[in-house]
């Protein structure tokens, strides 16, 4: 922009140059992430959305456009539906527990002087176990004749329960441990978060008034950590949505259905039946929701703008 | 500060803080008189704060009493002790706009805690009618300050001096008896600085309530003040006006800290009939050290004089010019006097004596220097300050 | 007021401690089951404590007699190759999006915050198509190449980059140094925190991974750590809960014994990522 002002002989043929070379240089640095985004990302999603309008199966000789009637299968098919509302339901369980959890536990841990990193320490631990590991522990916790749990549940009077195998049951325990997974995750976002609260204010607060734990919290603990919840609201709604290998592991989507989710249902069609076309759609329609979420998502962070 | 006056202050006996095994605060007595603007001065880390703190109910001292207006409120907590604070950072709250901020002091007194809950506080009919008298209030408070325009808006969208005015507000709603001030000026920039003085001066006269204001800025302090407490290392090293401060320092380390460019110490011994020598000078001082013994001498800038007109007879010291900085309204003069060890000095000069000086050609090296009666102070081997026999108030050969 | 406090502080000690024991039963139960002998883990009685240390031949079944082994060693391969060249493309990359003008910028870094709510398992369906196509299924190439484009490690590193000064790039280029000298010896030793803590993520990411796995693995010898734990219950244990905990330990251990060791940096890792 200030080329003209520059008092050498030739200014603006080198400056050029030098532009065309940098320029050269960054084509030259993007061009495998490029590649491989049109070649993993790109490439893939055209595919897909016209796979969604074709009946392919795998290893079919004869392909056909069917047009939007793989969509319109999707939301008459009882087990995909089964799968939409069993996906739902855990979310709802697993987004409020881990949320509302995670920030419980983040304030308790806040308190605690000495021992803070030990708590740290043992709820984070699920975070980094590899849960397919953790999953077959779990199964043979909740055996139930060789576990322990079944008994315990049974001398505390709640009868001798399969929480496996009880239909009733199955999802709410497989929720549970996701939110097992979970919490210690949300906890350690949450400890940050409080961790950036000003003391002054806790102490402006106790000057004004705001001495009781509820006064205090609800003046500044929870708007102070508005950005964070949301953030963990977000990231916990979207992990819970893809629930998948405590299903895989644990349940097959058994019994009866009763923990078929949105992408084992995804799976058995697109890689056990192989009918492709009719997973790209189920794919797409799930591409729809996670592009809704994260526009959610953008559209409230930008709400941290208005804070200090 | 007698008893009958302070009753309605602040008082603290015999306050001491230690941290782990720090002591900062030594078993410290303040007497604050109902209405008056008190500063804690002092060099960072003195404990200012922490005192201040105290007195707040921000952090419970190990021993000692806090009273204001008559009555111990050691038991209490902050907000019943009927004090309010403006912090350094100012603690606004983000997500509030200025109005809330303004009337959350007022809310947690005088709703319930079901009104003030979400939700659940819209059920309350008396509610309504409540925050309506709460944001009259607010207004009022917003307008004396001039900050009525800006209600609306959250603390991100104010510039600092803004900040610093609603921070003012929040602790003005409540008629407080006591303003606590933790260096409220410190992030504002210089020229905002001076204004805002102003107006805590102004708004102090206007109240006419208790403030206690905590700085580690002279300037601040020597402007606004009706008295000073100097503080270093956790204990008051003299409690009195601006005034008794500069010219009665209690102790050396008093007389260095205030004033500047700071004053000149000399090392001298007494000459046993109660004056001191100086080279070739004798200042008399009617103390009553034997001789020998080892004293300091205090000069202020401004106590040095050339020899013009009627100052030209009082004792004189020679001096070596080193450097001279025109500051504009005065001038300041880096000098070496001839004495033994060459001790450097700094000389005040008005612009017009300076002017006048240089005229008469009293500029050129070496330099004669006067020692004027007033900003001479001698201080005893423990550093406490001797006070000039009466009979020899001017320093006459 | 001061027993109050007492009493909240037991109170939330109380709390905690419970979740904690809630956190740490499964991991307990897994270490405990591991050296408990056969014979025991189908008693009637339940007896917390093993009443003998059947540890080495639990372990030892799990070591020799499984195909654990085999799928932590293909799960160290999968995990450092994915790594290898996740961070030769994102480093480079990200530089350029955020220092050098090039035509096209603006839209692959439009197409990188796209990506960004991309799972897996979009892409999943037609890349299993084409990996079939050549042939490529159950090799350690169709383990890895989905994941060697790392949006997220172009966010990172780009947002990373952006931080550092101006000023020293310049100099640089005065010095003479090429923009590739610029990345290796400048860019990337300063971003050295920022791939920390993006190796942590990516490492424990396709570690732990099971959907692409199951997916495109079929053998044996291609098992990564989810798929070799799953085998191990599903057929080879022989009903042996004991070596099959102890299975379910050596693959959940290197993750784990990391975090210990490393933990400021693991949390950095996991928790900066939250979207995938
Ligand atoms: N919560 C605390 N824990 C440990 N030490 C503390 C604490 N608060 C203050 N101190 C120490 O007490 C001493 C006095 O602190 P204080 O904040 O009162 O100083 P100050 O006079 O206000 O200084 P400044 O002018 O820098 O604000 C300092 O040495 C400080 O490090
Ligand atoms: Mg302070």
Redesign the pocket.
Known sequence: MAVSSVPFASPAPQLAARERRLALAGAAFAAPAALLLVAILLAPLIVLVLLSVTDYRLGAVAVRFVGLANYAEMFSDPVFRRAIRNTFLYVAFVLPAGVFGGLALAALVHARKRTRSLYEVIYFLPVTSTLVAMATVWQFLLHPSLGPVTPLLAALGFGRLDLLNDPDLALATLALIGLWQLLGFNMVLFLAGLSAVPRDLYEAAALDGAAGAVDRFLRVTWPMLGPTTMFVTITTTISAFKVFDTVVVLTRGGPLGATDTLLYVLYLEGFHYFRTGYAAAMTVVLLAFLCLLSLLQARLIERRVHYA | MTDGESADGVRLTGIA?S??G?R??AGLDLAVRAGEFLT?L????????????IIAGL?RQDCGTVSIAGRPVDHLPPAERDVAMVF?SYALYPHMTVAGNLATPLEMRRLTLLERLPLIKHLSPRRARVMRGIMAEVRAVAEALRIEALLDRKPAQLSGGQRQRVALGRAMVRHPAVFLM??PLSNLDAALRVEVRHELADLHARLGTTFIY???DQVEAMTMSSRIAL?DQ?RILQLGTPDDLYDRPASLAVARFIGSPSLTVLETVADGVGGIRLGAVRLPFGHRFAAGTRLSLGIRPEAFALPLGPEADGPALAARLVRAENLGAEWHLHVRLDLPGEPPAIVRLTAAEHEAARASGLLEDPLTLVLRARGVHLFGPDGARVEPDPAHTAVVE | MRSRAFLASVLSHLVLLIGAVLMLAPFVWMLLTSIRPAEEVFGAVFDPIPSRFAGFENYAQALFASNVPRAMLNGAVVCLGILAVQLATALPAAYALARLRFPGRGVLFGLVLFGLTVPIQVPALPLYLALAKAGLLDTFFALMFPFFLTVFGLFLFRQFFRTYPEEILQAARLDGMGEFEIVWRLAVPAALPAIGAFSVFSIVAHWNDLYWPLIVVTSRERATPPLGILAFRDAETGGNYGALMAGAALITAPLVLAFLVARRGFVRGLTMTGLK
Do not use: A, I
């Open positions: 803080k941290f782990g720090t900062v605060l804690l002092g060099p960072s880390g003195c404990g200012k704060s922490t005192l201040l703190r952090e350094q933790d260096e905590v700085t580690h503080m956790g």
